[in-house]
């Protein structure tokens, strides 16, 4: 799954770059640049919108409440037990997307990525 976070960074380099995980501490995660994020969640969040777990191929993802209210909708993922707890510091929809079965759950991922990226970056 690590290779779709670096596929839209390269496709977006000047609004998306990859960096160890704010929330993790450990790992890579997809930013967007300080001048692109919109306001909301995103900012909240410090730029992340998803890093992936590499034990087992699943992310959280950082999504604007309707992206995150249709994953748990779906059963493709859960919200984060401490999500929007202010001492914690994690984003309300902060979702934790299940690790891919199979090539279909795989292309599910990607465009689940590819909407939360839309919605994260300003266009202007």
């Given amino acids: 799954m690590f290779d779709v976070l670096e596929s839209c960074a390269r496709a977006d380099s000047d609004r998306l770059y990859l960096g160890t995980s704010h929330f993790e ?5 997809l930013y967007v640049v ?13 730029g992340e919108i998803a890093h992936v777990h590499p ?23 859960e919200l984060h037990p401490l999500a929007g707890r202010p001492p914690i510091g994690l984003p309300e929809p902060y979702v934790l997307r299940y690790s891919p079965r199979d090539r279909h759950d795989v292309e599910q991922i990607t465009r689940i990525l590819y909407r939360i990226v839309e919605t994260a970056v300003s266009t202007g």
């Avoid at 992310?59 to 994953?71: C, K, M």
């Fill in 25 to 29: 501490k450990r790992g890579q995660a």
């Fill in 34 to 46: 300080a001048e692109a994020r919109r306001p909301g969640v995103v900012r909240q969040a410090g």
């Fill in 55 to 77: 034990s087992d191929g699943s992310l959280h993802v950082v999504a604007q409440h309707g992206h995150a209210q249709r994953i748990i909708d779906a059963g493709w993922g």
